[in-house]
């Protein structure tokens, strides 16, 4: 059977997360010129994570069972959260979190991607089989203009699901904005300069023209 939109997003997502992780795990990933690519691993996950508690869960909340499964996504987002404030802590050497072994907060962080990855991809499957291919597609493309306006930063304790989660997220993204212009921290300002945004799969998405490229004359 041929994935959904919605499949082919999340899987799209998930291994860009996972790529964006990978200079995170680099033994001199807290120094000042390489601290950048952990922002930006940071910033996208919390972005994503921020985005599918807005428009993915309302969905997932129908499905039989929908409270339980939600409540689980909640308590891995909190997780994940909090272990990448940790991480950004440890390289910006905030004092509360430099006892921690930074091997510890990525091996966590891992294991808490590999049960995120699980749990969206058994949601999105479900909600596939749940809605017709319109509103699948209409709930894709919500998810992936979501990520474009939520929080920057990971916020652990917040609201993170129905109207209050929905408004913290809102005023967040202010002051995450604030602060990372306060800090100089790299962060993905504007998603149309990531690859991800320029893919096949989001022209496919939206519904875009794909971009002209040059290509070889025809030989004479």
């Known amino acids: 059977m041929t994935a959904s939109t919605l499949e082919m997003a999340l899987s799209y997502e998930h291994a860009n997360i996972r790529e964006l992780a990978e200079p995170a795990h680099h033994p001199a990933a807290a120094h000042p010129e390489r601290r950048h690519r952990t922002d930006w691993f940071y910033a996208i996950t919390a972005q994503h994570l921020a985005a599918a508690e807005d428009v993915l869960l309302p969905q997932v ?53 590999t049960e995120h990855e699980r749990l969206e991809t058994d949601y ?26 939520a929080p920057t930063r990971a916020h652990p304790n917040s609201p993170h699901t129905g109207r209050a989660g929905r408004l913290a997220h809102r005023w967040w993204r202010l002051a995450d904005t604030a ?42």
């Open 61 to 113: 909340r129908r499905l039989p069972d929908g409270a339980e499964l939600v409540a689980r996504y909640v308590v891995n987002a909190k997780d994940l959260e909090r272990n990448l404030r940790y991480l950004k802590g440890r390289q910006y050497g905030d004092s509360r979190v430099q006892h921690l072994d930074p091997y510890d907060v990525l091996r966590t962080i891992d294991r808490l991607l």
């Open 124 to 149: 999105g499957h479900q909600l596939s089989e749940q809605l017709d291919a319109a509103e699948v597609n209409e709930l894709t493309k919500e998810l992936l203009e979501a990520e474009e306006i």
């Open 179 to 220: 602060w990372d212009s306060a800090e100089g921290r790299v962060v993905p300002a504007k998603y149309h300069v990531h690859p991800k945004r320029n893919s096949a799969l989001s022209h496919y998405l939206y519904g875009t023209a794909m971009p002209e490229t040059d290509t070889p004359a025809a030989e004479k």
